[in-house]
């Protein structure tokens, strides 16, 4: 798994290279990540072409179109950024694919190119889904822990409880990690004729 990377495709032995750089930014609540590349290309060959505005990038799917500038130089080029927001799977994680394709159309040393492409797939950093909670048994009227382990740190938990037809409210919206509960005597009411519920 990963949260940036890069990925490249060239032409002419390397020395035009495409290089796409991606980045994840998560939004746990939502279950989603925004996937943000930027192109380059880099050139180590002289090079003299006008803007080129049918460029394109695939994220998951989507293409997106991005306008390059003129390049008289060699060196590294920024071409363009594009975003795309993915859904992960229901369990956090998530596989996409990206491609890339930059509209040279140069003759180089003779020969006519018309494009250079790019492609990956990559696992995005999961997003944690689920929190877990443990407590041990307990007698009504005496204290005991409940431990809450986040699926991630930015997490609040709100902790109710129901025993018979009773419900009610241990903790809302805590930060906690571990929270103290004494169960009420009156509880016993809803099991008159057991000694454990």
Request: hydrophobic share 30%.
């Amino acid at each position: 798994m990963a949260s940036s990377g890069s990925f490249s495709g060239s032409i002419k032995d390397g020395h035009y290279k495409l290089r796409v750089d991606w980045s994840q930014s998560k939004n746990v609540s939502a279950n989603t990540s925004t996937i943000t590349c930027k192109m380059y290309l880099v050139n180590d060959w002289s090079l003299s072409i006008n803007s080129r505005s049918t460029n394109t990038t695939t994220i998951a799917g989507t293409k997106k179109t991005y306008t390059s500038p003129s390049i008289s130089s060699t060196g590294t080029h920024l071409l363009g950024t594009v975003s795309h927001t993915v859904t992960h799977d229901s369990d956090g994680s998530k596989s996409i694919s990206m491609s890339s394709v930059f509209y040279i159309q140069a003759t180089l040393s003779g020969t006519y190119y018309d494009s250079i492409s790019a492609s990956a797939t990559v696992t995005l950093d999961s997003i944690p889904r689920a929190s877990s909670v443990s407590a041990t048994n307990v007698n009504m009227g005496s204290a005991t822990t409940i431990t809450i382990t986040r699926a991630s740190s930015s997490f609040t938990h709100t902790l109710t409880y129901a025993f018979g037809s009773t419900t009610g409210t241990i903790a809302t919206k805590t930060t906690s990690t571990s929270v103290s509960w004494t169960p009420a005597l009156t509880l016993a009411n809803q099991i008159p004729n057991a000694l454990t519920g």
